[in-house]
T-cell receptor, first 113, second 114 residues
């Protein structure tokens, strides 16, 4: 089955700086890679996703890049703000015909004022 | 549109008991997935249902089971509860069951096994 590795587990950055979180996946048949943000006590919410036919996608301060050959994808947050503090999860879908996501272990992003 | 609704929000059970959790997906969504979230293991995929059929299953023991009804509502059942089953159980729904579509999560059911 799919295996997703995520680094780092904790990331502390100064407000206004950029943050980068990296993930690798194992199943070459995976074709959908979402990123979720989970604030304390709340449900995970999708912040951006990318499909395997695209190399990069941007949405305001957030961008995701995908390297299919190397089987890794990354989340980039620019001009970080205090409200960006949360746990971020990367995920990949399975290689089969069904839904169901394999998640990384999460990155606790801390924005220092 | 109403979001994904999970009931109950909190549950306390004793070892050896069984428990049933419920998930009502967003109207029109036919795919429902279940996940277990713990501090040590993160979010782990349990199973996925589409049109009342289990299409995908994670690496959990047979004590974990589920089903989906014709209105897409889903239930998961855990039998012979163990202390290690204490976790936040999240369900997520997706439209049309096509691969690679956004999964919308419910608030989760916090299960504590004592």
């Amino acid at each position: 089955g799919e295996n997703v590795e995520q680094h780092p587990s904790t990331l502390s950055v100064q407000e206004g700086d950029s943050a980068v979180i990296k993930c690798t996946y194992s199943d070459s048949a995976s074709n959908y890679f979402p990123w979720y943000k989970q604030e304390l006590g709340k449900r995970p919410q999708l912040i951006i996703d990318i499909r395997s036919n695209v190399g990069e996608k941007k949405d305001q301060r957030i961008a995701v890049t995908l390297n299919k050959t190397a089987k890794h994808f990354s989340l980039h947050i620019t001009e970080t703000q205090p409200e960006d503090s949360a746990v971020y999860f990367c995920a990949a879908n399975s290689g089969g015909g069904a839904d169901g996501l394999t998640f990384g272990k999460g990155t606790h992003l801390i924005i220092q004022p | 549109k109403a979001g994904v609704t999970q009931t109950p929000r909190y549950l306390i059970k004793t070892r050896g008991q069984q428990v049933t959790l419920s998930c009502s997906p967003i109207s029109g969504h036919r795919s429902v997935s279940w996940y277990q979230q713990t501090p040590g293991q993160g979010l782990q995929f349990l199973f996925e249902y589409f049109s009342e059929t289990q299409r995908n299953k994670g690496n959990f023991p047979g004590r974990f089971s589920g089903r989906q009804f014709s209105n897409s509502r889903s239930e998961m059942n855990v039998s012979t509860l163990e202390l290690g089953d204490s976790a936040l159980y999240l369900c997520a729904s997706s439209p049309a069951g096509a691969r690679g579509t956004e999964a919308f999560f419910g608030q989760g059911t916090r299960l504590t096994v004592v």
